[in-house]
């Protein structure tokens, strides 16, 4: 007795195929007995879809973009016309009908009571703040060693900006009392820090106005120039503190570290601990 039975045959035969296993998946869904919560929510779903009334605006919206998406015909009085100076169906504008625009331009319905130009600076606003939210998450995700290392940098900086601010204030007020109208070390104050609120920052910004006004009404008899003051602001914060602070104890026997004034430079040497701020 011979075996007739092809190959293929005994294909369709592996019941362990895939091809089975999903026919059989889609025939028990497809035959399966659906619960009576079940049945109960789809025929909620159909009475809701065909009780649903879409409010005006929507159906406005509807019908709006379906007549923008018609293009001109005939019919229509701007078309005939332009029909009447030359146009052609499909062409574009300008003298060849072929680099100039072909479609209308579109329609932007404004639907608020916001002024003109108001929807620019809100998505300038908008970027702005995923810009600020990117650098954030950019921030997070760095490697958090890197990022220690920075936020101290960054506090050492602080730190060093407020010093210098207090001896420039030092050095000035000591100035003054001996009549002095002109150092080139006062012009190392620091800005503002740019983490201010915006009433701070304006308010930071007439003081700048105000100093600069004054600042060029007194250039004309400082002896030092623009070249000179580049020069010392280039320098590090370290170095420019130390100058400051090397001043005030040559000049007035005034240590910065200490906060205190001496007698004279013997006092100042014997008692003050010494010219760093690790000294003290």
Known sequence: ????????DDEEDDYMSGAFLEQASQYEKKHKQKT????RREQLREQQKKAYIKPRRELEQEAREQGLQKQLTDDNKGMKMMMKMGFKQGSGLGKDGQTGRQEPIAVQLKQNRGG????????????????EALEKRKKLDMDPLLYREQMAEKAKEGKRLRQ?????????KKDEEKEI???????????????????????DKQEEKEEEKKESQENVDRPYTEEQIDE???????????KLVDYLRSHYD???????????????????????????
């Open 116 to 131: 003109i130009g108001i929807d620019t600076l809100q998505k300038r606003k908008l970027a702005q703040e995923e810009h």
């Open 232 to 242: 010392l602001k280039s320098l590090p914060l370290d170095e420019q503190l130390r």
């Open 181 to 203: 109208e002109h150092n080139i070390l006062w012009n190392l104050l620091p800005k503002r820090y740019e983490d201010n609120d915006d009433n701070e920052a304006e308010d």
């Open 254 to 280: 005034y240590c910065f570290w200490c906060g205190a004034q001496y007698d004279n430079e013997e006092d100042l040497n014997t008692n003050c601990p010494g010219l760093t701020e690790d000294d003290h």
């Open 36 to 39: 009576y919560t079940e049945r």
């Open 1 to 8: 007795m011979h075996n007739n039975r092809s190959p293929s």
């Open 164 to 172: 210098m601010t207090a001896a420039v204030h030092i050095c000035q």
